[in-house]
């Protein structure tokens, strides 16, 4: 994100981030033809399993989140020391990075 939001601008870049993390959402309900592929023994999978449509359609969009995240994984907390007051920008900076640390937290409390 930084080359791209230095190049483009951090807003634009934040559309084009935003874009491509709904696409790959979307991919997720793309159906996939079910494979023909049996596991007999639950407790053994053999490695032919890993390269069934269904489960190489998670490994292709699961790489595409993770290069539309990398595109904006920057951007929210430039966007908000771009915009926020200097005389508060140090508190904002540190009440946001401790709302994004606490929603993993609470999500895996919860899970």
């Known amino acids: 994100g930084g080359y791209l939001s230095d190049r483009y601008g951090p807003e634009r870049v934040a ?3 935003t874009s491509l993390l709904g696409l790959t959402f979307l991919a997720l309900g793309i159906p996939v033809a079910p494979s023909d592929f049996v596991i007999e023994d639950p407790n053994s999978i053999p490695i032919a399993y890993y390269f069934t449509p269904p489960v ?3 490994l292709i969009v699961g790489v595409l989140f993770g290069i ?3 595109v904006g994984s920057g ?3 430039s966007l908000v ?3 926020a007051p200097k005389s508060k ?3 904002i900076l540190s009440l946001l ?3 994004q640390d606490a929603g993993p937290l609470v999500g895996a409390l919860l899970a």
Do not use: Y
């Open 15 to 17: 559309v084009l981030a």
């Open 68 to 70: 539309a995240n990398s």
């Open 56 to 58: 190489m359609k998670l």
């Open 89 to 91: 920008g140090n508190t």
């Open 97 to 99: 990075r401790t709302c």
């Open 75 to 77: 951007l929210v907390l």
């Open 81 to 83: 020391a771009n915009h």
